[in-house]
């Protein structure tokens, strides 16, 4: 089939390169458009649309795929299908219309399960021991269409949303390249998704990934990981910004600290919560690189009685 991919994180980038390796002919690319990125905030392409630019492939930018030029490009590359994996913006129903075998999606849950922008996240956070990754045809519902495969993947108990992602990434590409073979010999169709089971997955924001410390260390552990690498965890110290990497949980015999009391041991940081004591990995101060939460405590000298807020 003739193939107009649409994505644009790193984590879209697999599926690309398995289609370009696939029997399929990717015709084109559509990607968001090139954005400031950085300390620097140069303006730089997406990664989906850099390993376009190396295979030759032509990207479509469009602020917003509604746009009558985007649309009139579409219509002059002839798709018979458009993959599409963590594009980014929702295609309009003029847009859904042009390939005849619709827009195929790649969404990172077992759908109907975390519908919507941060799926893995929403995993991790709430604790789910089986996730996976699912094709549907794109409709103009969020994340309702009929789905022609999954594959499951375990939560691992140290995963985080990048190395959870990652997995995702690589077998979910395979599933895509699996479900464009199957319509393309017309021996996939798409089964419409249960009514049960629905939950939705919004955006993760900054403001909801700060830790609160008079949560219980399990739910503490969970939100961290679920936002790490992006949008990363925080809190502050001394009225300040302190980033936090993943927490180790600690047994019972832990020191018993008030929420967000800290301890500074000689090779760890203790920090309590609403149950129970968390050992911080690494921190990052307001403009200073991430360092061992020990590095960090000598160079603060912590007072006894000190707390994370």
Request: glycine letters at 12%; proline letters at 10%; aromatic letters at 4%.
């Amino acid at each position: 089939m003739r193939l107009v991919f649409a994505g644009t994180p790193e984590p879209a980038v697999p599926s690309l390169r398995a289609l370009l390796d696939s029997q399929h002919e990717v015709v084109g690319v559509v990607t968001r458009p090139d954005a400031p990125a950085g300390r620097g905030r140069k303006v730089v392409r997406s990664p989906v649309g850099r390993l376009a630019d190396e295979a030759g492939i032509p990207v479509l930018t469009p602020a917003r795929p509604s746009e009558p030029a985007f649309l009139a490009q579409l219509q002059d590359l002839a798709p018979d299908c458009c993959p599409v994996v963590a594009y980014g913006a929702l295609v309009p129903r003029a847009a859904l219309d042009v390939p005849r075998h619709g827009w195929v999606n790649l969404h990172f849950s077992l759908l109907p399960a975390w519908r919507g922008a941060a799926p893995v996240q929403a995993a991790l956070r709430h604790g789910d021991e089986i996730t996976g990754a699912s094709t549907f045809r794109l409709e103009e519902g969020l994340d309702t269409g009929p789905v022609f495969g999954v594959v499951t993947e375990a939560v691992r108990p140290t995963d985080t949303a990048g190395a959870l992602l990652g997995r995702l990434a690589t077998s979910g590409a395979d599933l895509l390249v699996a479900t464009l073979d199957g319509i393309a010999e017309g021996t996939l169709e798409a089964r419409p998704q249960p009514g049960e089971g629905v939950s939705l997955a919004p955006k993760i924001t900054t403001a909801g990934s700060r830790v609160h410390w008079d949560a219980p260390a399990p739910a503490i552990d969970r939100l961290v990981r679920s936002v790490t690498p992006d949008p990363g965890a925080w809190c502050t110290f001394r009225d300040e910004r302190l980033g936090l990497g993943p927490v180790t949980l600690l047994d019972a015999e832990a020191p018993a600290l008030a929420p967000g009391q800290l301890l500074a041991e000689k090779r760890r940081v203790l920090v309590g919560t609403g149950g129970g004591s968390v050992q911080l990995g690494e921190v990052r101060p307001v403009g200073k690189r991430a360092m061992p939460a020990p590095d960090w405590a000598r160079g603060v000298r912590i007072v006894d009685g000190e707390r994370l807020a």
